[in-house]
C-alpha cells in the first residue's frame, strides 16, 4: 500500500468500521498498534509499524496520533463509529468559521442547517481555503459562512480538536450565509 492507501485504510478503521479487522477502540478512539497490525495482515494489507508511523508523521492535516509509549494509535477526530465518544475541549470560537460543501447541497442546508450526517460534529474551519478543499470532495465547492461566535452565546457547544477542526452538533440555517 502507499502512503494515501494506508491513511485511507487508518481513517476507515480508526473512524468508522474497526471490526471489519476484528479491532476494539475505547470511547477516545484508541486502539492497540499491535492489533491493528495483526488484523490489517489477516486481511490482505502489507503494512508495518514503521509504514504506520511514517503516514501519521506524514499526514498534512495531523489526522492520526500515536500515544506517548508508541503501542496506541487514534483518529483525533471524524468519527461516526458510536463506540468512539471523544471528549473535546470546549471552547469559544471566532467570530466566523467556513464550512465547505459542494453547491448541490445547499438548498437542503438552506433549509435543514448543516447536519452531522453519518459522523458526529459537523466540521468547520478558520480558513476559507481549507473549506474549499473539504468542498470541492463532493463537487464544485461553495463556502459557507458561520456565525459561530452569536452561536455560541446562544448556548451552542464548540469544540477544537487536537488538529485545528472546529466540531459543533449541528447549525442552524439562521446561522449560515453564502461566502464566495
Ligand atoms: C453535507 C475531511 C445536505 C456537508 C474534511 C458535507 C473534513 C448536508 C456532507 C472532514 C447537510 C457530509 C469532514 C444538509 C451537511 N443537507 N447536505 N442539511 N448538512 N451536509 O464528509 O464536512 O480528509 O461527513 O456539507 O477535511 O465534508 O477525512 O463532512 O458535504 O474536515 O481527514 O454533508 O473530512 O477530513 O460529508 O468533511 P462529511 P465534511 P479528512
Known sequence: M???????????VLRHQP??????????????????????????????YELIEA???????????????GTLIRAVQGHSTEAVQRSFPEQVPPPVLYH?????????????????????????????????SVGKRYGKPIVLKIQALQMQQQGFKFFLSENGVWLTQSVPAQFIEDSL
Open 55 to 69: 503516514v501519521v508523521d506524514g499526514s498534512d492535516k495531523k489526522r492520526f496520533a500515536i500515544s506517548e509509549d
Open 100 to 132: 465547505g460543501t459542494a453547491t448541490r447541497f445547499v438548498e437542503s442546508i438552506r433549509e435543514q442547517g448543516l447536519l452531522a450526517g453519518s459522523r458526529q460534529y459537523v466540521h468547520l474551519s478558520e480558513h476559507q481555503e481549507t473549506a474549499i
Open 19 to 48: 471490526e471489519v479487522i476484528g479491532l476494539t477502540l475505547d470511547r477516545e478512539g484508541w486502539a492497540n498498534i499491535d492489533d491493528l497490525l495483526v488484523g490489517a495482515i489477516a486481511d490482505g494489507k502489507s503494512l508495518s
Open 2 to 12: 502507499n502512503d494515501t492507501e494506508i491513511s485511507k485504510f487508518l481513517s476507515f
